[in-house]
């Protein structure tokens, strides 16, 4: 009922609770402040401190400050330090959660000098629920309240994973169906949203092909490059002085290898192999483009280069063979001296990257988390004391099923309290057609 809209007047009644149960309340909610309240029941013997989900503009705001700061818990061990967990939590809950312990441990505190048998439990949902698993870490750091513990409706991913197995002995977290906010995170959605860009491009016909063609390319460019090396250093800018080929020739082959300047297309598969195999006899060896040619032909030991314009450069073969082992020497080298350089600039761009690029830390809904999953019942006529077709069952799940989110019809509709209270009714009306409920109170 404290979750719902209501007139607080009608919490109180439908609890049972008095203005002298009340120790603390606040009822507007203003950002970084949720809107609580702290009553005793004395029936359970419990002091309950209930805060509410986001509702306001504020309170959203509140849940959109989702910064990730670094929040530490101190282990207490009958009033001594155990252990120091460290770890990050969601910016606005743990603000949230500070302003609330300032307010509640001076009368918490008397309350419980008071009524030292009396336990503390907080509960919460939604947003709440992580201000209240917060809340929970810091009221257990002091010896008074180390009994706290900390009931969670579909809690909103507030910390990081060490910080939440810490929690499982004193914090329950309870997930209905297919809530998807205590899967909800910045990473998850990051994850989310790329998922989603590479399936929309993948379920193009006409962008699957253009990615197709564009991976056909890149590996015949890179498997030209890798065998083309004496070729791309003896068309440099400065002419070679041992080389055997002139200065206009050279020139020529400059433009032609440059196809970003003049717009030509250069098919560089048959000089690849030439070049990575210069001991072949090979009548021919062309390189193609749109208005030029430059062809290598071996006739009777000469090798001439020609142009379609009509220029031609002849050498001797010995001159040929001592120009490829010059080149094929030079290659190797500065292809070692270019694997070397690429390995150091590679591990000062990582050197560089690693302080500059801060990665997203991934934040988890805390403690102990009880799943409610909703199944087909293996009994068609259901008897009368159920009033569903559905079987509720519970799970224990692991935490890095929250990891990712996973996208359904009501998750949104699922997380609202209304349907947490339908699928624990449903739960309980199997639980009592079981007989379950009524051993454990009898075992009680």
Known sequence: MFYSKNRFSEFLKFGGYSQEDVLIHKSRARLMQPSFVLVRDQKAKCFLLFIRGAISPRERLTAASSV???????????????????????????????????LVMPPLRNAVREFPDYQ???????MGAGIGAILTYILREHYDFTSCTCLAFGPAACMTWELAESGKDFITSLVNRDDVVPALSKVAMESLRSEVMVSSKLDDPQDEAHLGL???????VAFAKSHMLSISHSTGKT??????????????????????????????????????????????????????????????GDVSVESAAGSAVSASQGDVESNATLD??????????????NLNGSGKEKQKESPSAPALR????????????????????????????????????????????????????????????STMELLLEQLQSDNI???????L
């Open 362 to 421: 991934q934040l988890f809904p805390p403690g102990r988390i009880i799943h409610m999953v909703a199944q087909p019942s293996p009994d068609p006529n259901p008897g009368e004391g159920t009033s569903s077709k559905e079987a509720i069952s519970i799970y224990e799940t692991p935490r890095d099923l929250y990891g990712r989110i996973r996208l359904a019809p009501n998750m949104i509709d699922e997380h609202y309290m209304p349907s947490y209270i």
């Open 120 to 126: 503390i439990k907080v509960i919460g949902h939604s």
């Open 214 to 220: 564009f991976a056909k390319i890149s590996q015949r």
């Open 239 to 300: 002419a070679d002085p041992d080389s055997s080929i002139s200065e206009p020739l050279l020139k020529e082959a400059v433009e032609i290898t440059q196809p970003e300047e003049n717009g030509l297309k250069i098919d560089c598969i048959h000089e690849a192999y030439f070049v990575a195999n210069p001991e072949q006899d090979l009548s021919a060896v062309s390189v193609d483009a749109s208005a030029e040619r430059v062809i290598l032909v071996n006739n009777d």
């Open 68 to 102: 990730e700061v670094p929040f530490h818990h101190i282990v207490l061990n009958e009033g001594q330090i155990d252990n120091v967990i460290l770890g990050y939590a969601h910016c606005g809950m743990l603000a949230a959660a500070r302003w609330i312990s300032n």
């Open 437 to 443: 409920v009524s051993r454990a109170s009898d075992d």
């Open 328 to 341: 094929s020497e030079q290659a190797s080298s500065t292809a070692k001296e270019e694997a070397s350089q």
